[in-house]
Structure formats: C-alpha cells, structure tokens
C-alpha cells in the first residue's frame, strides 16, 4: 500500500490552483469537473508520477471549522519535504510566499512555515 493522493482544505479552488502552481512551482495533473467542484490535483515537478496533492473545496462545515481552527492555532495543515530549507526560503519570498516562521533548526530537521493565502499554514522540511 502507499499513499497516491493527499488533500488540502482551500478556501478557493482557482485561487489555489493559481498560488500552488505560480508561487510554489507545483506543476497540475488533472482537472476534472465534479459537480460544482473540481478535482484538481498537483504534483511536484521532479515526480510528476509521485504522490498528488488534491486542492480540497472546504464547503462542508466541518472543513470550514477544522481548517479555521488549526490555523489559529498555528497548526500546519501539511508538510513539504525541501532538500535545503533556507533556499527554499528564499526563492519563495522572491515569489511573494509570507512566512509566518523563519528556517528553524529542530533537534535534525530544519523547518519553516508559510501561509498559503487559501486558509492554510503549510510547513516545509528539510531532513
């Protein structure tokens, strides 16, 4: 077994569509009409045939709440892995990425966290 697909709550699919794929370089794979929504999925440039990121409408209650309250608890919602954090850092804010955490060195990883402008904190990793 192994993970093919993972979501993410957003506010706005086109908005994120626009922001993962323009600010973040995430490169879309399907986008597919269902019902008054879309499946759209992306997924890294290096592994277009890796694990796909499903951009979640929230239009459920329960996604609404869950997305509202771990972002105020400053909670990411998921995780990226980045072979070196502090270029990471950098070419993201040369695109407009807000980082509400610096690189952080914890214990054998260093971290940092952004906010993807669709209800989300997403924190990327380099091990």
């Known amino acids: 077994m192994k993970i093919i697909v993972t979501s993410i709550f957003v506010q706005d699919q086109d908005m994120a569509l626009e922001y993962y794929s323009e600010k973040l370089g995430f490169v879309k794979k399907e986008d597919v009409p269902v019902g008054e929504f879309r499946w759209i999925t992306l997924v890294s440039p ?8 499903l951009l979640e409408p929230n239009n459920h209650p329960a996604a609404q709440e869950y ?3 771990i972002y105020a608890d400053g909670i990411p919602a998921t995780m990226f892995g980045v072979a070196d ?38 924190q990327i990793v380099q091990k």
């Open 85 to 122: 954090v502090r270029n990471e850092y950098e070419r993201l804010m040369k695109n407009g990425v807000k980082f509400t955490m610096e690189p952080t060195k914890m214990g054998n990883v260093t971290i940092a966290v952004f906010d993807d402008t669709c209800g989300n904190l997403i």
């Open 46 to 53: 290096d592994h277009q045939d890796g694990t796909e990121l």
């Open 67 to 69: 997305q509202k309250k």
